[in-house]
């Protein structure tokens, strides 16, 4: 779902570039205000790797960093779809969504703010962080990660 619905957004700049260039000037408004959008989304809200170090959990996007000590980290665990609109209820997005995925807040009925990092919609991977906000993320081998990271209730 979320990779159709980024091909169809990629899409869009393009087909305004080429109404644009076939005599619809007004259409590369348009078409450079998304172009600069997709940019800021993929430079900024898009991470591109989460990584399990000795001591961090940390986060890379292409133009920041950012790190979770592990001793903040109270415990991590592997969910599925189903069982995370169990546990969550009724969800809003507050950030980037739809292009590459879900990037910022998702206003949960039953947690609150939960901070939100996914690229696809199953095999979550949900971090709690004591009396902090919770993380979902969507690492490349969500198994691997919850594995490297740790399992156990208490870090």
Avoid: C, H
């Amino acid at each position: 779902m979320i990779r159709g619905l980024t091909l169809f957004l990629l899409a869009l700049p393009i087909v305004f570039f080429a109404l644009a260039a076939s005599g619809n000037r007004l259409l590369e408004i348009p078409a450079f205000l998304l172009a600069a959008i997709y940019a800021w989304v993929w430079l900024r809200f898009r991470p591109s790797r989460f990584v399990a170090l000795p001591d961090a959990l940390e986060i890379r996007w292409p133009l920041k960093r950012r790190r979770i000590p592990r001793n903040e980290i109270t415990s991590v665990r592997l969910i599925e779809a189903a069982e995370l609109w169990r546990d969550i209820g009724w969800g809003m997005r507050v950030g980037a969504g739809g292009l590459w995925g879900g990037f910022g807040w998702l206003w949960t009925k039953r947690r609150g703010i939960v901070q939100m990092y996914i690229s696809r919609t199953d095999r979550f991977v949900w971090i709690e962080r004591g009396s902090q906000r919770p993380w979902i993320i969507t690492p490349e081998e969500p198994e691997a990660f919850v594995r490297e990271l740790g399992t156990s209730d208490r870090l």
